[in-house]
T-cell receptor, first 109, second 115 residues
Framework: GQQLNQSPQSMFIQEGEDVSMNCTSS?????WLWYKQDPGEGPVLLIA?????ELTSNGRLTAQFGITRKDSFLNISASIPSDVGIYFC?????????FGKGITLSVRP | DVKVTQSSRYLVKRTGEKVFLECVQD?????MFWYRQDPGLGLRLIYF???????EKGDIPEGYSVSREKKERFSLILESASTNQTSMYLC??????????????FGPGTRLTVL
């Protein structure tokens, strides 16, 4: 089946630092999404991207939809403790979502 | 705000038991989904439903069935629970398929342990 590549599995950063996460696929997708899952909760949509090359911001978050439609990145600037959680890149096709394996982010105060 | 609720946060069952996981959404969404989440594997789609009495297999339907008798409720059934079904189960809903911007809203999850 479709596979999304997210690595590393875990990231550890200092509060105030910026962090970048990348996601790649061997297939082309027309919808790329980034979800975040807080501990003990279900995932919540952060940013949705629908156009190749699109760059979208949501507060301290910035995400881009790769021009080849095979990749996306998410940047978090000036990290804070509540940024901890699992970040999933997600692609949409045929009305279904396919999730990457996620990156667990830890923020040291 | 959309609210998706799941009947239990934690559940412990024995091998061979029949298990029902219930999900209810309060926003009149047509589409509903069941995923399981395992460490290092992300979320995997088990079953989904476009509307009442409709169901489609996801990527890992084996060992599961579903029921959608009412629009707001989507049930996941484990006919005979096995230890490899120990997992976190997440329900989600969405207003309409194929419409840009229609995100999936998730419930808090049910952590099921099968002994």
């Amino acid at each position: 089946g479709q596979q999304l590549n997210q690595s590393p599995q875990s990231m550890f950063i200092q509060e105030g630092e910026d962090v970048s996460m990348n996601c790649t696929s061997s297939s082309i997708f027309n919808t790329w999404l980034w979800y975040k899952q807080d501990p003990g909760e279900g995932p919540v949509l952060l940013i949705a991207l629908y156009k190749a090359g699109e760059l979208t911001s949501n507060g301290r978050l910035t995400a881009q939809f790769g021009i080849t439609r095979k990749d996306s990145f998410l940047n978090i600037s000036a990290s804070i403790p509540s940024d901890v959680g699992i970040y999933f890149c997600v692609v949409g096709a045929n009305s279904k979502l396919t999730f990457g394996k996620g990156i667990t982010l830890s923020v040291r105060p | 705000d959309v609210k998706v609720t799941q009947s239990s946060r934690y559940l412990v069952k024995r091998t061979g038991e029949k298990v029902f996981l219930e999900c209810v959404q309060d926003m009149d969404h047509e589409n509903m989904f069941w995923y399981r989440q395992d460490p290092g594997l992300g979320l995997r789609l088990i079953y989904f439903s476009y509307d009442v009495k409709m169901k489609e297999k996801g990527d890992i339907p084996e060992g599961y069935s579903v029921s959608r008798e009412k629009k707001e409720r989507f049930s996941l059934i484990l006919e005979s629970a096995s230890t490899n079904q120990t997992s976190m189960y997440l329900c989600a809903s969405r207003r309409l398929a194929g419409v840009l911007g229609n995100e999936q809203f998730f419930g808090p999850g049910t952590r099921l342990t099968v002994l």
